[in-house]
């Protein structure tokens, strides 16, 4: 079985038990019935997956070089680029849900973080409307910028436990929460999650989070040996931060959909929980 097919065929199956979930869900309105596609939802979302894991940098490219005239026996049905880009927002309910099936569970040690999502330069913030309103100026450590970020939450074998996207103004300790309500152990984060507060309350669940401390801080928190040596291993999840937009293309400034955009941030998400070959506490040791 071609790695094609089998995407498929997972996908279809999830597709299945979601439209039956979904039909009972919404409320029912005989006057206004949703256009269908020729083009069902499993396949939609089987070629924005497969975009994601394939290294190309551009979608345009893709569909229209590769994918229609070489994978055309693949979909039968597939249709004209403009008309795709028209149901990708379809996919967006389906690829959340498909998320949380794929996800991986926490093993007791976490990493958590956040990367900047660019969708414009700094010089044309002004004349961006697409995401006038939702996106925010922003500071990283590589300066400012104008997006989002996506908060990122992973365990110590490189597999994401959950996410959180927020405009680009929003601190890191803000999300602190409500990302790791069900966490137990372990969790390591950067200089942006130290709050003592936050620290007592995650203390309190049964989560100790590990962060460097400032030069300028009075009363510095004592780690032992073995913290410190998991502490230096935070690095794991600049791997997958640098993965997710080098070869998932996570990010691009080309979006001229808030839907689209989403689709783009979740498939790149769940092309990499479907990746079997992702970095852990394992290979970062063997190097």
């Not at 094609?4 to 439209?19: A, H, V, W």
């Not at 009972?24 to 006057?31: E, G, M, P, R, V």
């Not at 942006?192 to 989070?209: D, H, M, P, Q, T």
Request: net charge positive; proline share 2%.
């Amino acid at each position: 079985m071609d790695h094609i097919t089998e995407l498929f065929c997972i996908l279809d199956d999830f597709c299945k038990e979601f439209n039956q979930s979904l039909e009972k869900a919404l409320i029912s309105d005989q006057k206004s019935k949703p256009q269908k596609s020729a083009l069902c939802l499993s396949e939609a979302m089987t070629i924005v997956i497969l975009f994601h894991q394939s290294g190309f940098r551009f979608f345009k490219y893709f569909y229209c070089q590769i994918l229609i005239p070489f994978w055309k026996t693949a979909f039968p049905k597939l249709l004209s680029y403009n008309r795709f880009i028209e149901i990708m927002p379809r996919c967006l309910s389906a690829l959340t849900s498909f998320f949380h099936q794929v996800k991986g569970k926490d093993t007791g040690i976490s990493i958590i973080d956040s990367t900047k999502l660019v969708v414009c330069h700094n010089l044309r913030i002004k004349r961006n409307r697409v995401f006038q309103g939702l996106a925010s100026r922003g500071k990283s450590s590589t300066g400012w910028f104008y997006g989002f970020k996506l908060h990122i939450l992973i365990n110590h074998l490189g597999e994401v436990i959950n996410i959180k996207l927020t405009s680009g103004s929003i601190l890191d300790v803000a999300v602190l929460g409500s990302l790791t309500q069900e966490l137990k152990g372990i969790l390591l984060g950067d200089k942006g999650y130290l709050s003592k507060a936050k620290a007592e309350v995650l203390a309190s669940r049964g989560l100790k989070i590990l962060t460097p401390s400032r030069r300028n801080m009075k009363t510095k928190s004592i780690q032992t040996e073995e913290e410190k040596k998991l502490l230096g291993r935070r690095g794991l999840i600049e791997t997958v931060n640098d993965q997710l937009k080098n070869l998932n293309q996570i990010e691009h400034s080309r979006h001229r959909s808030v839907n689209n955009f989403m689709v783009n941030m979740k498939a790149a998400v769940v092309a990499y929980c479907l990746n079997p070959n992702k970095p852990t506490f394992r290979n970062l040791l063997q190097k």
